[in-house]
């Protein structure tokens, strides 16, 4: 069975460009979910997928936007990067809600 | 809005020493999650707690709920090096993959 998987592990974008984010969910796992965290602070929602439609958002704007494809993999697409948008961001999985493991994360960097 | 909030934010242990962090939250909410990360790393899941008066143990690590104060405890009974790390704990209703994160709790036991 293999875990959830993020690619890419480190990326370094300047401001105002796009990045998308992927995520493989754990075999079975019908439901991924998106956080970010910056440094020292505890992971924050910014959505989730279920069946490739959203199903809930957390306090991010819209340039914050997702995708869940038929064999539920995921993407997050942040447009007009900023500063602040540097962070690690991590995709968890899900199957009916109980539980959720998370994949390794992405580094995000902005300059 | 749910918050939760953990404390101490930092903790300094010795090792063979006891101690406990705390973990309040604002609203009531169905499920209590306790998750470990080491440095540069993602979430582990520790505990997940459902009910009130909930106690779950692994090792030297022990997760107590009581829903009515809105608190949980992780307790850690005669600390070990390899204990250190940041510890979060998260609340969600009936779906784990919308959780609110508490800001973390970093370990350091020392010999």
């Known amino acids: 069975e293999t875990g959830v998987t993020q690619s890419p592990t480190h990326l370094i974008k300047t401001r105002g460009q796009q990045v998308t984010l992927r995520c493989s969910s754990q075999s079975g796992h019908n439901t991924v979910s998106w956080y970010q965290q910056a440094l020292g602070q505890g992971p924050q929602f910014i959505f989730q997928y279920y069946r490739e439609e959203e199903n809930g958002r957390g306090n991010f704007p819209p340039r914050f936007s997702g995708l869940q494809f038929p064999n539920y993999s995921s993407e997050l697409n942040v447009n007009a990067l900023e500063l602040d948008d540097s962070a690690l961001y991590l995709c968890?999985?899900?199957?009916?809600?109980?539980?959720?493991?998370f994949g390794p994360g992405t580094r995000l960097t902005v300059l | 809005e749910l918050k939760v909030e953990q404390n101490p934010l930092f903790l300094s242990m010795q090792e063979g020493k006891n101690y406990t962090i705390y973990c309040n939250y604002s609203?009531?909410?169905?499920?209590l999650y306790w998750y470990r990360q080491d440095p540069g790393k993602s979430l582990e899941s520790l505990f997940v707690l459902l009910s009130n008066g909930a106690v779950k143990q692994e090792g030297r690590l022990m997760a107590s709920l009581d829903t009515k104060a809105r608190l949980s405890t992780l307790h850690i009974t005669a600390a070990v090096h390899d204990l250190s790390a940041t510890y979060f704990c998260a609340v969600a209703g009936s779906n784990a993959g919308k959780s609110t994160f508490g800001d973390g709790t970093t370990l350091t036991v020392k010999p």
């Open positions: 609203t009531t909410s169905d499920r």
């Open positions: 968890a999985s899900s199957l009916g809600g109980f539980e959720q493991f």
